[in-house]
């Protein structure tokens, strides 16, 4: 069994910063990218980070210069550092890890449950 657990959502105001977390457990043999997604109510879910295992990271362009993604292969977790919040940045935040249970074993894709940001006024 693999969890993907976030933290850190809420209520920001514009210009406002927030942190989110994300912790993989479970039966974990090898993790490759991680990142965080978004989906806002009537759209599509969107990539917003990755970060490969390497640590090389890629942003979808509206957030790039605001938010930063980082990772600690140790302890499996990936966070997002987000600044200069926007009220479109409002969304449900998810977690995702590329990662293989068993070192034979395929890679799949894991989601966590989702965290609620809110940029308002």
């Known amino acids: 069994q693999v969890q993907l657990v976030e933290s850190g959502g809420g209520l920001v105001q514009p210009g406002g910063s927030l942190r989110l977390s994300c912790a993989a457990s479970g039966s974990i043999f090898s993790i490759n990218a991680m990142g965080w997604y978004r989906q806002a109510p009537g759209k599509q879910r969107e990539m917003v980070a990755t970060?490969?295992?390497?640590?090389?990271?890629d942003y979808t362009e509206s957030v790039k210069g605001r938010f930063t993604i980082s990772r600690d292969n140790v302890k499996n977790t990936v966070d997002l550092q987000m600044n200069n919040l926007k009220p479109e940045d409002t969304a449900v935040y998810y977690c995702s890890a590329r990662l293989r249970r068993l070192s034979y074993a395929r890679w799949d894709d894991y989601w966590g449950q989702g965290t609620q940001v809110t940029v308002s006024s």
């Open positions: 970060i490969t295992n390497g640590g090389a990271p």
